[in-house]
């Protein structure tokens, strides 16, 4: 029988979900940081995002599956256009926030995507 890496192996191998996960958690608390935890739709958006790329980053390290990774893509490439859509460009450092962990996001996904593609597999 195969042994399953630990967890914190399994962290550092696949380094890339590790930082999605991060970069999740990190969503959850910029409502507090950025201090616009009173404005609820910019509140909620980083709440569902940062919980489903939190979610879906830990799944892929627990165990990988390429759709968490798609999964990420797409919620980072709505974070970034986020700002425009739900009117919150006034807000520059939550739109920035939103844009720079939206790119982040989308980038280490869709290069676990490549890497995958290319042969170099997530060993979780």
Not at 33 to 61: D, K, L, M, P, Q
Request: with cysteine; hydrophobic share 60%.
């Amino acid at each position: 029988m195969e042994k399953k890496p630990d967890m914190w192996s399994a962290m550092k191998s696949q380094w890339r979900d590790s930082i999605n996960l991060i970069l999740g958690l990190w969503l959850i608390a910029s409502p507090w940081v950025f201090g616009f935890a009173h404005t609820r739709i910019f509140e909620w958006n980083a709440y569902a995002c940062g919980v489903i790329i939190a979610v879906s980053a830990a799944a892929a390290i627990a165990n990988f599956a390429e759709w968490e990774e798609w999964l990420d893509a797409a919620l980072g490439i709505w974070l970034v256009v986020s700002p425009w859509v739900l009117g919150m460009t006034m807000m520059s450092a939550m739109m920035l926030n939103f844009v720079i962990v939206g790119l982040i996001v989308a980038c280490m996904a869709l290069w676990t995507e490549i890497s995958i593609h290319k042969g170099a597999a997530p060993t979780a």
